[in-house]
C-alpha cells in the first residue's frame, strides 16, 4: 500500500465528523500517544485519533487505567498534537480529574485542550449528564464512554462484557440518552453485545457511537492502535484483529483498519455474539 500523504485531506472537524455520521460514512479511531505514531495513523487516514488513559497499561506499563495523572495526559496530548496534522483529537480526562464536580472538569478539560485535544472525553453513566452539559455549553466538546468503562474495573469486578441482560442493556440505554440529552457529540460503546450498541445509535441518530467491542452497528470503531498492530504482549480481547499479520508496514496495517472500518468489513459481527 502506498504511504503518501493524500493531498486532498483536509483537517477533520466536529462538523465533517458530523457530516460523514449523517452521510453513514463510518468514523475510524484509533489511539496514539506519542508524535511519531500520531503522524503515522494521521498520515494513513484515521478521522480521530484518541490520546486514550489506556497509555497508563501500553506506554507506563500498569496493569490498569487507574494511576494515570492529569500531568501524564497533558504531557502525550501535546506529543501527539505536535506530529498530527489533520486527524480530529480527542484526549481523555483521567481518573480522578473530572469525578469531583463540574468546575474540576471544566479545569481538566481546559488542560487538555490547551495541550492540543479539540474533545474530551470522559467515562461514566447519567451521573456525568451535568458535568457533560456543563462542559459543552462552555465550548469543550464531549465524547462520553458507557459499557466497560476501564477506569472503574475495580468496582466492575474485571474487564466483563456489559449489559449481557434486559437490565444491564436498559440501564446502558437509559445513560447513553441521558449523556445525548446532555450534549455529548460522540460516545464511546466498549464491550457490550452488538444489540444493545445498534439500540443506543437507533435511539439517538444525532451521537456518533463509537464501538469497541460492540459490533458493527456503530457510526464508528476505535481500537487501542499497539493491539491492533499485535505488539502488545499478553491476551488480546477477542474483539481485536491483528491488522499487521498480512505483513507489510505498520502503514500499511493502519491503512487496512481505516478501510475495514470504512467498509464495514471490521468488526466481525460474529465476534461479537455476547
Ligand atoms: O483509553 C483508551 O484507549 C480508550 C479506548 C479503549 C476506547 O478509552
Not at 492529569?70 to 480530529?88: F, I, L, P, Q, S
Not at 463540574?102 to 458535568?131: D, F, N, Y
Request: with cysteine; proline share 4%.
Amino acid at each position: 500500500m502506498n504511504n503518501a500523504v493524500e493531498p486532498s485531506r483536509k483537517p477533520i472537524t466536529l462538523h465533517r465528523l458530523r457530516e460523514m455520521h449523517a452521510k453513514g460514512e463510518k468514523i475510524a479511531m484509533l489511539t496514539a500517544y506519542d508524535a511519531t505514531f500520531a503522524r503515522v495513523v494521521d498520515e494513513a487516514g484515521v478521522d480521530c485519533i484518541l490520546v486514550g488513559d489506556s497509555l497508563g497499561m501500553i506506554v507506563q506499563g500498569h496493569a490498569s487505567t487507574v494511576p494515570v495523572s492529569m500531568d501524564e495526559m497533558v504531557y502525550h496530548t501535546r506529543c501527539v498534537a505536535r506530529g498530527n496534522r489533520n486527524a480530529w483529537v480527542v484526549g481523555d480526562l483521567p481518573f480522578g480529574s473530572y469525578q469531583e464536580n463540574r468546575e474540576q472538569a471544566l479545569r481538566s478539560s481546559i488542560a487538555l485542550m490547551q495541550a492540543g485535544a479539540q474533545m474530551v472525553k470522559l467515562e461514566g453513566g447519567g451521573w456525568t449528564a451535568e458535568t457533560v452539559h456543563f462542559l459543552t455549553e462552555r465550548g469543550v466538546p464531549v465524547c462520553a464512554h458507557l459499557g466497560l468503562t476501564p477506569q472503574s474495573v475495580h468496582a466492575l469486578g474485571g474487564y466483563r462484557i456489559q449489559g449481557r441482560d434486559e437490565a444491564g442493556a436498559q440501564t446502558l440505554r437509559k445513560h447513553a440518552k441521558a449523556l445525548a440529552d446532555a450534549g455529548a457529540a460522540m460516545m464511546v460503546l466498549e464491550l457490550m453485545p452488538s444489540a444493545v450498541a445498534r439500540e443506543v445509535q437507533a435511539d439517538n441518530p444525532g451521537l456518533m457511537t463509537i464501538g469497541i467491542g460492540a459490533g458493527q452497528g456503530t457510526a464508528g470503531q476505535v481500537l487501542v492502535l499497539h493491539d491492533m498492530l499485535n505488539i502488545t504482549r499478553g491476551k488480546l480481547p477477542r474483539f481485536v484483529r491483528n491488522f499487521a499479520a498480512e505483513g507489510g508496514s505498520v502503514d500499511d496495517a493502519i491503512r487496512r483498519y481505516v478501510a475495514a472500518v470504512k467498509d464495514g468489513s471490521f468488526p466481525d459481527e460474529a465476534v461479537h455474539a455476547y
